[in-house]
């Protein structure tokens, strides 16, 4: 038995309303069967999980269709630190 796991197409992430984001998945079965889902992630985890592709993705880059919010370095306000002003 294989599994094949993706993103819903056309389904956001969103918060729940105990304070959880919902990630919609599209589970597929070997032969065909396919059903939605959710993985539903606390605040935490969620930015447990968002830390770690941060770090697997540093190095890369961003790739055309990629939303703004990435960029090639990124740091709180607290840890950036100033080198120079332009």
Not at 6 to 26: D, I, K, M, S
Not at 48 to 66: N, T, Y
């Amino acid at each position: 038995m294989s599994w094949t796991i993706e993103r819903t197409p056309g389904q956001p992430v969103r918060r729940t309303g105990n304070e959880h984001l919902a990630v919609p998945l599209r589970l597929f079965l070997a032969g065909g069967h396919a059903t939605d889902t959710e993985l539903t992630l606390t605040l935490v985890e969620a930015e447990h999980l968002h830390a770690a592709l941060c770090r697997a993705l540093d190095g890369q880059p961003a790739p055309p269709a990629a939303p703004d919010c990435r960029q090639a370095v990124q740091a709180s306000p607290g840890i950036a630190h100033i080198m120079s002003r332009a």
